[in-house]
């Protein structure tokens, strides 16, 4: 349980790195469950507008989690 939560916090710090344009689109695929047009539709993008943004955002949440395995307590936002 420990091992979770701490998966969870720094999931949450990573996400927080997020810009919120990146944020939400991860959100609203990976947690709420839609699919990528259905989410498309709902930030007003259209299809490959939104996969292209979810592709980078899941790019730059793998980037801040890989900072913060390597470094812990840091996220890549800190080094902007």
Same mark, same amino acid.
């Given at each position: +349980?420990?091992? /979770?939560? %701490? !998966? $969870? /916090? @720094?999931? %949450?710090?990573?996400?927080?790195?997020?810009? &919120?344009?990146?944020? $939400? +689109?991860?959100? *609203?695929? #990976?947690? %709420?469950?839609?699919?990528?047009? %259905? #989410? #498309? +539709?709902?930030?007003? *993008?259209?299809? !490959? #507008?939104? /996969?292209?943004?979810? =592709? &980078?955002?899941?790019? &730059? *949440?793998?980037?801040?989690?890989? !900072?913060?395995? &390597?470094?812990?307590?840091?996220? +890549?936002?800190? =080094? @902007?």
């Amino acid at each position: +349980a420990a091992a /979770r939560s %701490e !998966t $969870e /916090r @720094r999931i %949450e710090v990573a996400l927080a790195g997020l810009s &919120r344009s990146d944020r $939400e +689109a991860v959100l *609203l695929v #990976a947690v %709420e469950g839609f699919a990528p047009s %259905e #989410a #498309a +539709a709902i930030v007003g *993008l259209p299809g !490959t #507008a939104f /996969r292209k943004r979810l =592709q &980078r955002a899941r790019q &730059r *949440l793998a980037a801040e989690m890989d !900072t913060m395995t &390597r470094a812990p307590g840091a996220s +890549a936002g800190d =080094q @902007r």
